[in-house]
């Protein structure tokens, strides 16, 4: 059965200590601690990101619910390769699963899914799933859903550079404008805030470029256990903050 996301009203929304207009356009959320979850548990790894799955799947209701405009997951970096076979198998596994089963519930609720990332280095099979899903979806204007697959945000750039010199650009044409406009991100607002679960406080080379502006809130919470509890928490502590953009206020 297809789940029909719901729309906070404001008056939700206040009740939940959050208000319309200070809410982020736009979320980046490195999801951290899948097998820490497990291993808390004695549980295998894959268990812990078949949890986490289930947490980020919720990450995006809640995202539509409260009116939030994008919402960027870290799925799989460029650097996720050095991971044990089995669990990067286990991984494209759960994303194959993800983008088949669910894309009929993300197209029912106005969602709109794109992907980040080289998928030259992904299986034919997995190439061919995002992006029927990414077909599925682009004329949807809801909640844009991007998912970070084999991305890294210095590869990303070189990219960017690369097609903006390959394309005859004079040097006088090499702006910070230019290079934006090559992004995987291209047409979309900059990152307001990015959410790092499981305590760690780094960017581990995630919206490098896009993440110039945006403010950061860490959480100690495990992502499989990131609710829509310590999501709100997470937004709350978002909007007490006093963005300057190098001005003085």
Known sequence: MIKLYKKFTDEELTARGLSREGLPRHVGLIMDGN????????????????????????????????????????????????????EVSALFDLLAEYFYRDI?????????????GDLS?????????????????????????????????????????RTLVESGAKPEYVTEDAISERLYTCGQPDPDVIIRTAGEQRLSNFL?????????????????????????NCIKEYMGRTRRFGKVL
């Open 121 to 161: 280095a992904l299986s034919p099979k997995m190439r061919e799933l995002l992006q029927r899903a990414v077909e599925r979806t682009k004329d949807n204007t809801g909640l844009r859903f991007n998912v970070a697959i084999n991305y890294g945000g210095r590869a990303e750039i070189v990219h960017a550079v």
């Open 208 to 232: 490098l470029w896009q993440a110039a502006y945006s403010e950061f809130v860490f959480t100690p919470v495990l992502f499989p256990d990131f609710d829509d509890a310590e999501y709100t």
């Open 104 to 116: 009929d519930e993300l197209d029912a609720n106005n969602v709109r899914m794109t992907v980040l």
């Open 35 to 86: 097998g820490r979850w497990a291993k808390k548990r004695l549980m295998p790894r894959p268990a812990g990101h078949r949890a986490g799955m289930e947490a980020m799947k919720a990450a995006v209701r809640f995202s539509h619910s409260v009116g939030i405009e994008a919402l960027t997951v870290y799925a799989f970096s460029t650097e996720n390769w050095k991971r044990p076979q089995t």
